[in-house]
């Protein structure tokens, strides 16, 4: 959120409240547009990291899909997006397959298995691929590294025939997180060196997401020109799918302090929203977010503060922010970047409702799209 933003626009929003502002997802996708139409690719939209359909509109203007790895969110991106789907999952139901298939223009395999149980069932037109594991990445966290030697993600070298089926177009990996195009030409080097043999035969290679193209200092000139030599050299199409910098940095989280509690010298502010429920990355990354009305340096400023979520999860919370001056029960705190891999990771745990969720318009106007009841945490269960 832009500090010049109206006091009077902001003292309208509701707390707690996700708000996307336009003018900034213009702005990124702009720069998208630019490395899209430059190195000659195709970049989609990654549902997983950010599914707010009523910004798709503005989306649809720049990227023509989306990539899905579930069965609601192909129907989100047909019916949102009115555009098949970039379809990858981990393991494929037999009884959604079919469907699947008709919200599908792409279709990629997780394994072998997965690929020879549900070949014969891809209708003639969808382009089939698999997806591999370079068994390298520059992702420091587990969790979040799906690259490792063991993991479930993907084929390595090893686990593949000496030629691919006959009908497989492509090949896919996601091995980057928030990454730079340094880490992306790593990544290549070793990807043509584990798969040389099988470039000569596909159409299409998936190059994931994890390409914070949009965040400053990204050397795009790198990107463009590492895409440039790949997709000359071994004349495939070449597609990205960066949800993340999509929404690097469009939106904020508007919270407010409802208790101040202080336990052997220790203040922590409670906020009316939660880390575990909606900023999941706060605790898995675990990821400092920015706050507009202070600094994540605990040292930065003179009074110190944890900030506390409201759920009964004792590890809902933040150590070590610092406030020029003492917070106070009403104050509002605004947690910056909170558009990508927030409202797509949320949960009712406690029965908590959702934050509601809205947008200030490029007109710089605050439009409320949607609040949560009661009726929201009953219907997801039974």
Same mark, same amino acid.
């Given at each position: 959120?832009?500090?010049?933003?109206?006091?009077?626009?902001?003292?309208?929003?509701?707390?707690?409240?996700?708000?996307?502002?336009?003018?900034?997802?213009?702005?990124?996708?702009?720069?998208?547009?630019?490395?899209?139409?430059?190195?000659?690719?195709?970049?989609?939209? /990654? #549902?997983?990291?950010?599914?707010?359909?009523?910004?798709?509109? &503005?989306?649809?203007?720049? %990227?023509?899909?989306? !990539? +899905?790895?579930?069965?609601?969110?192909?129907?989100?991106?047909?019916?949102?997006?009115?555009?098949?789907?970039?379809?990858?999952?981990?393991?494929?139901?037999?009884?959604?397959?079919?469907?699947?298939?008709?919200?599908?223009?792409?279709?990629?395999?997780?394994?072998?298995?997965?690929?020879?149980?549900?070949?014969?069932?891809?209708?003639?037109?969808?382009?089939?691929?698999?997806?591999?594991?370079?068994?390298?990445?520059?992702?420091?966290?587990?969790?979040?590294?799906?690259?490792?030697?063991?993991?479930?993600?993907?084929?390595?070298?090893? /686990? #593949?025939?000496?030629?691919?089926?006959?009908?497989?177009?492509? &090949?896919?990996?996601?091995? %980057?997180?928030?990454? !730079? +195009?340094?880490?992306?030409?790593?990544?290549?080097?070793?990807?043509?060196?584990?798969?040389?043999?099988?470039?000569?035969?596909?159409?299409?290679?998936?190059?994931?997401?994890?390409?914070?193209?949009?965040?400053?200092?990204?050397?795009v000139e790198l990107l463009v020109n590492t895409l440039k030599y790949f997709k000359?050299?071994?004349?495939?199409?070449?597609?990205?799918?960066?949800?993340?910098?999509?929404?690097?940095?469009?939106?904020?989280?508007?919270?407010?302090?409802?208790?101040?509690?202080?336990?052997?010298?220790?203040?922590?502010?409670?906020?009316?929203?939660?880390?575990?429920?909606?900023?999941?990355?706060?605790?898995?990354?675990?990821?400092?977010?920015?706050?507009?009305?202070?600094?994540?340096?605990?040292?930065?400023?003179?009074?110190?503060?944890?900030?506390?979520?409201?759920?009964?999860?004792?590890?809902?919370?933040?150590?070590?922010y610092s406030f020029l001056k003492p917070l106070k029960i009403g104050d509002t705190?605004?947690?910056?970047?909170?558009?990508?891999?927030?409202?797509?990771?949320?949960?009712?745990?406690?029965?908590?409702?959702?934050?509601?969720?809205?947008?200030?318009?490029?007109?710089?106007?605050?439009?409320?799209?949607?609040?949560?009841?009661?009726?929201?945490?009953?219907?997801?269960?039974?």
């Amino acid at each position: 959120m832009s500090r010049l933003l109206n006091q009077d626009i902001f003292e309208a929003i509701p707390s707690p409240c996700f708000v996307l502002e336009e003018e900034k997802l213009r702005r990124n996708l702009k720069k998208i547009d630019e490395v899209q139409k430059s190195a000659q690719i195709t970049i989609l939209l /990654s #549902l997983k990291g950010f599914a707010m359909w009523s910004s798709f509109s &503005l989306i649809k203007s720049f %990227l023509n899909t989306a !990539s +899905a790895s579930s069965m609601n969110e192909a129907k989100l991106c047909v019916e949102k997006l009115n555009e098949l789907s970039h379809t990858y999952a981990v393991g494929y139901r037999d009884d959604e397959f079919d469907e699947l298939m008709k919200l599908s223009s792409h279709v990629t395999f997780n394994s072998l298995n997965q690929y020879h149980k549900f070949n014969d069932q891809v209708p003639t037109g969808i382009s089939i691929g698999l997806r591999v594991n370079p068994e390298y990445s520059d992702v420091v966290v587990d969790l979040y590294n799906p690259a490792n030697p063991n993991s479930r993600l993907g084929l390595t070298s090893k /686990s #593949l025939p000496k030629s691919l089926p006959p009908n497989i177009e492509g &090949l896919h990996f996601h091995v %980057l997180c928030e990454s !730079s +195009a340094q880490a992306l030409v790593q990544v290549l080097k070793i990807f043509e060196k584990k798969f040389n043999k099988y470039l000569p035969n596909i159409k299409w290679i998936n190059l994931g997401g994890g390409h914070l193209i949009t965040n400053e200092g990204y050397d795009v000139e790198l990107l463009v020109n590492t895409l440039k030599y790949f997709k000359k050299t071994y004349q495939v199409e070449i597609i990205l799918e960066p949800s993340g910098a999509i929404a690097w940095r469009t939106g904020f989280l508007k919270t407010t302090i409802i208790d101040i509690v202080e336990n052997h010298g220790s203040l922590t502010a409670v906020i009316d929203a939660s880390f575990t429920c909606h900023m999941p990355d706060c605790l898995e990354m675990p990821y400092r977010p920015e706050i507009l009305e202070g600094s994540q340096d605990p040292k930065k400023y003179s009074f110190r503060y944890n900030l506390g979520g409201i759920s009964c999860l004792a590890g809902d919370f933040l150590e070590g922010y610092s406030f020029l001056k003492p917070l106070k029960i009403g104050d509002t705190l605004t947690f910056q970047d909170m558009m990508h891999y927030t409202m797509v990771k949320t949960t009712m745990f406690n029965g908590i409702n959702h934050p509601s969720i809205g947008v200030i318009r490029s007109d710089q106007k605050f439009e409320l799209l949607k609040v949560f009841s009661y009726r929201d945490y009953r219907d997801k269960l039974s």
